[in-house]
């Protein structure tokens, strides 16, 4: 199975929670250190808030970012 490439390659986030607001907070706050647009970060907030479960949330992050589990 090939490795999808996320949409900000060059944003990677150490994830050291299962708390779904905590991932999403750090993903952002990552998104605006790197200088990504806000509409970019609205959007993913918006799908990243709106996982039902957390497989869900780290299919979303990851199409986003490069996570790195702790």
């Known amino acids: 199975m090939v490795e999808a490439v996320p949409q900000f ?5 150490a994830v050291r929670s299962c ?5 999403a907070a750090a993903i952002r706050q990552a998104l605006r250190r790197a200088g990504k647009e806000r509409a ?4 993913f907030l918006a799908e990243a ?17 490069r996570l790195q589990s702790n």
């Not at 970019?40 to 959007?43: A, E, G, V």
């Not at 709106?50 to 970012?65: F, G, I, K």
């Open 19 to 23: 708390n779904r607001w905590a991932v």
């Open 49 to 65: 808030l709106a996982a039902e479960d957390p497989e869900q949330l780290r299919e979303v992050c990851e199409r986003w970012v």
């Open 40 to 43: 970019d970060i609205d959007r």
């Open 9 to 13: 390659p060059d944003v990677r986030v």
